[in-house]
């Protein structure tokens, strides 16, 4: 069974194979927690908690553990990344989504498996998780768009047990800030990372696009993480032990 449904301000989709009677409620819960996700952490959304904390109406001993939680890792990327990567400029709002997508998304494919299903793909804006295989003997086949033709994808990576994430500058624009300097990186026209789960390879890809050139080498010595980054020489520069279909 495959649904669509427009969550967090992205196209996501459920694509879950076998499982019977049981799919379309553990679906359902999925994009309850999506959306419930949203609600609660939406920079953009007044009455949320992560603009209620930023506003100074909640103490961090008021917070809840899940926000405690993105926010740690949003300090742990920055520190990782030497201020690339972060949740807050100086004079901007506390703006976690970079965590809190990747987050969301490994979360809910942990609510298929607690519900026994272990073949499926969750696709959210081009991020992906994927359990099993589709079929016997394949691999899920995740596309990689073109960073500069919106109808043609540059790559298809495989993955059965993983997450794939994609940060660039096509949907959004500039929305990618380098947290050293305020200013959008140069350099890069996408950062590919394929990981173990979608906060590692969301996370990361981030990180490595705002640090721009630098972040080729950085994010390809991740340790598991295979990356595919196109720079703005339209050069590839891809890891080894990366699956393309």
């Known amino acids: 069974m ?12 459920v694509d879950v194979r076998a499982g019977g009677d049981l799919v379309d ?4 819960g999925v994009f309850g927690w999506l959306r419930e996700v949203d609600a609660r952490f939406s920079p953009f959304k007044a009455g949320s908690e992560v603009c209620r904390y930023d506003r100074g109406e909640l103490t961090p001993s008021e917070l809840s553990d899940d926000l405690l939680e993105i926010l740690s890792l949003c300090d742990h990327y920055e520190r990782l990344s030497g201020g690339a990567f972060t949740a807050r400029l100086p004079g901007r709002r506390l703006d976690p989504n970079a965590v809190v997508k990747g987050w969301a ?3 809910a494919s942990a609510l298929l498996l607690a519900e026994g299903l272990d073949v499926f793909c969750v696709n959210a804006g081009g991020d992906v998780v994927t359990s099993g295989e589709p079929e016997p003997g394949r691999a899920w086949r995740v596309g990689i768009r073109h ?4 109808d043609a994808i540059c790559a298809v990576v495989e993955s059965s047990g993983g997450a794939v994430a994609t940060s660039a500058e096509y949907e959004r624009g500039a929305h990618i800030l380098d947290g050293r300097t305020g200013r959008p990186p140069a350099g890069l026209l996408s950062v590919t990372v394929a990981a173990g789960d979608l906060v590692t390879a969301d996370s990361l890809a981030t ?5 721009g050139t630098e972040g080729i080498a950085w994010v390809a010595s991740q340790p598991g993480c295979q990356v595919l980054v196109i720079d ?7 890891s080894p032990g990366l699956r393309l279909a």
Not at 2 to 13: A, H, K, Y
Not at 147 to 150: Q, V
């Open 25 to 28: 409620h553990a679906i359902d």
């Open 2 to 13: 495959n649904r669509v449904e427009q969550v967090m301000g992205l196209p996501v989709s």
């Open 232 to 238: 703005a020489e339209r050069q590839v520069h891809r």
């Open 207 to 211: 990180a490595a696009f705002a640090m």
């Open 105 to 107: 998304v490994q979360r």
């Open 147 to 150: 960073p500069e033709r919106p």
